[in-house]
């Protein structure tokens, strides 16, 4: 029987610190896999970001591909290429792998924290969506 994926529920506010790191809440560190644990950030619509845990993000990630490469070779997306490589550009530019340090800690890295559109000392809203 699979594993029931844990529910990330609830929302709350965090400050960035000084050295744009954000710490997760408790509630939802568990979800991610815990403290060390390699994550993946995503941008979402400006002003939004998404943090996964990378290896589960990954095996998702390769199960959709092997779906597209399918139909592809069976050509069934030859009028849809050029929309295809426009998703693939879009991917590969909107997300990075971090660390999740001590005490649930995550470095925002450049790039994305023009996109979070907030500065050190700034707030942010932190939302658990479901699974």
């Keep these: 029987m699979p594993e029931t994926p844990e529910l990330l529920t609830g929302e709350f506010s965090r400050a960035i610190d000084e050295r744009f790191r ?6 939802l560190l ?3 896999g815990g403290d060390g ?7 979402e619509r400006p002003g939004c970001i998404s943090v996964w845990n990378a290896a ?3 095996a998702k990630f390769d199960g959709r591909i092997a779906v597209v ?4 070779h069976a050509g069934q997306l030859d009028d849809r290429l050029t929309g295809l490589q426009q998703w693939g550009r879009l991917l ?5 792998t971090v660390q999740l340090a001590g005490r649930g ?3 925002i890295p450049e790039g994305f924290r023009e996109f979070l559109r907030v500065e050190p000392g700034g707030e942010v ?4 969506a479901a699974v």
């Excluded at 644990?37 to 941008?43: G, P, W």
């Design 37 to 43: 644990v390699e994550c993946l950030l995503t941008k």
């Design 105 to 107: 800690r995550l470095l």
């Design 22 to 27: 954000l710490s997760i809440p408790p509630e």
């Design 56 to 58: 589960r993000w990954q």
């Design 92 to 96: 590969s530019t909107r997300q990075r």
């Design 30 to 32: 568990g979800g991610l």
């Design 125 to 128: 809203m932190i939302v658990g």
């Design 69 to 72: 490469n399918a139909k592809l």
